[in-house]
């Protein structure tokens, strides 16, 4: 595993009226360089880790670690990290504030006081590496989700963050817009970025995920390779999570192969049970 970009160190949080801990004693290391999917039921702790990790949360018990360094929660440090760790939240509603695609990308840029000739080239550049630039005057509200999803995202890459927060990324989206989105990421990959994604999307994560990490209750459960997590299927099953129908067909082939060769009618029988 590569060098921890960002490390969370027994952290504690705990929401205002709640009894129950969003975070409780989580000790994790996100990699550089790396692709990293962090799964878990609903409640697990994900997007309190992003929140956190961004800087919109401090941790009641505990330290988060940015490069080797602890965490400063006075505001220039924090719009340093924010510049470093961008985080795109569920809802793009959420996160876009100007009434034009345009305006809307620009926004970050002017609030960092940069020169206006660079803000205009980072906002054409952006428009054309995440395809809206027919949509540069266009009001965000006349955008399908798919569209104002790759709006937030050019929101906060306009940014060149090192490490990329995406919060179920793909939720609500159709075939295209999730095959557009998972090319963008591949680009963004490529580029050097760092990239965390929650989601419950398992097939997804098989095809795409470099590292695995899972939460339950607030606390690490399993991490490591796709193949070496998914490999735990009782702990899986028990987090009400199992494995993804892709893994399942690797597997069952793989068996076969190593098995019986000439058995082509129990391979068929093995790999139908799958799906019914």
């Not at 952290?11 to 975070?23: E, K, R, V």
Request: charged share 20%.
């Amino acid at each position: 595993m590569s060098q921890c970009l960002i490390e969370f160190i027994d952290i504690h949080y705990t929401y205002p009226g709640s009894s129950q801990p969003a975070l409780n004693g989580l000790n994790l290391c996100i990699p550089a360089h790396t692709k990293t999917a962090l799964i878990g039921q609903n409640g697990c702790g994900k997007t309190t880790l992003f929140l956190l990790a961004n800087g919109l949360f401090k941790p009641q018990r505990g330290k988060v670690y940015y490069q080797g360094q602890p965490l400063v929660y006075n505001r220039r440090p924090l719009m340093e990290l924010r510049q470093k760790v961008g985080l795109v939240f569920q809802n793009p509603e959420q996160q876009i504030v100007a009434s034009t695609v345009e305006e809307d990308i620009s926004y970050g840029l002017c609030n960092l006081g940069l020169p206006d000739k660079e803000i205009t080239q980072r906002v054409e550049q952006a428009l054309s590496e995440f395809g809206l630039t027919e949509f540069a005057g266009k009001p965000v509200h006349h955008l399908s989700l798919g569209q104002k999803k790759r709006v937030s995202l050019a929101d906060v890459m306009v940014l060149q963050p090192e490490l990329l927060l995406l919060d179920e990324p793909t939720a609500f989206l159709d075939q295209l817009y999730t095959r557009q989105l998972m090319a963008t990421l591949k680009k963004i990959d490529a580029g050097g970025t760092t990239i965390l994604m929650a989601t419950h999307d398992l097939n997804l994560v098989y095809r795409w995920a470099d590292w695995i990490i899972v939460l339950d209750q607030g606390r690490l459960v399993l991490e490591g390779k796709p193949k070496d997590v998914f490999s735990q299927r009782e702990i899986l099953e028990e987090l009400h999570l199992g494995v993804p129908l892709i893994f399942d067909l690797v597997s069952q082939v793989s068996e076969f192969i190593e098995s019986d060769l000439t058995n082509t009618p129990l391979l068929i029988e093995r790999l139908r049970s799958l799906f019914l």
